[in-house]
């Protein structure tokens, strides 16, 4: 029989071995692993001489995977996933559950979903612990990598292994100040165009969806502020002529006392839950989904 060196092939070192494939780099592997660079090589070549493969070469400023390298992903992200559910307890049970859960997002779901889910796990999982990531646009690649359970986003990406359950329809609205001129009638696709505008840059390049709609392609809007994100600086904008186009949900929760009126177009987008095959059999995170869900189908 092959003298096969088992003891290289644990769940970190596949993890690791997983990331360095995904990122193309033995340094951001270590970054994502929050490891030494020598400790992340130390275990590349542990794996190297058990598999009896170079399994990466540099490439660039990185490095790129060997044949026998890809020949051997599929089965060793089925292994990681034997490994999560040979550690799945039989039952769960929320009230007695200890574990830690990182869900990716950016700021709407942020401010629109995640408060409702933290009093949500006090009450029924008090000893679950929470993290919550920035996703940015590259939420679906933190989910490959293992970098978080679950990802809220309306950033609609195909990538193979991950599922996806649409949770509600969003659609864009304008918010003003009871104050503003634009207040007490229909809003025209001039008086939009003449109005002074708030515009949240979201870092990471993220755009906001109504920016695309056929109706403000080749026009540039009266930009006054530009915020980096969304804050508390708004009530500030209930005392001006000032105009932010934003998620009815959102403008709804942060606009107390302003108007909120439709804006001349249609634009909207449908926030998803991710998750991966990791996580899918997992009884603690099909719960967790299950509380979610929940949550998005009554909020209004």
Known sequence: MENIDYSALSFKSLRTLKLIYELGSVTAAAIELGQNQSTVSYTLDQLRDALHDPLFVRSGRGVAATSR?????????????????????LDFVPAEARLAVTISCNQYELQVVIPSLVKRLNRLAPHIHLTVIQSHVSGHQQ????????????????????????LFNERYVCLMSAGHPLAGQTISRED?????????????????????????QGVNLNIVLRLPTV?????????TDLVLTLPERLARLIGDGMRIKDPPFDSGFELNLYWNKMTHQSKADQWLREQIIHICQTIR
């Open 231 to 239: 804050s508390n600086f708004f009530p500030t904008i209930a005392s």
């Open 143 to 166: 989910l490959q990598r293992g970098q978080c359970d679950l990802l809220l986003s309306p950033v609609v990406r195909e990538y193979e292994g991950l599922y996806k359950r649409p």
């Open 69 to 89: 390298c890809h020949q051997l992903m599929p089965t060793v992200e089925n292994l990681l996933r034997g490994f999560a559910d040979l550690l799945q307890p």
């Open 192 to 216: 939009y165009m003449a109005a002074k505008h708030v515009e949240i840059g979201y870092e990471g390049g993220w755009k906001s969806l109504y920016l695309g709609t056929p109706e403000l």
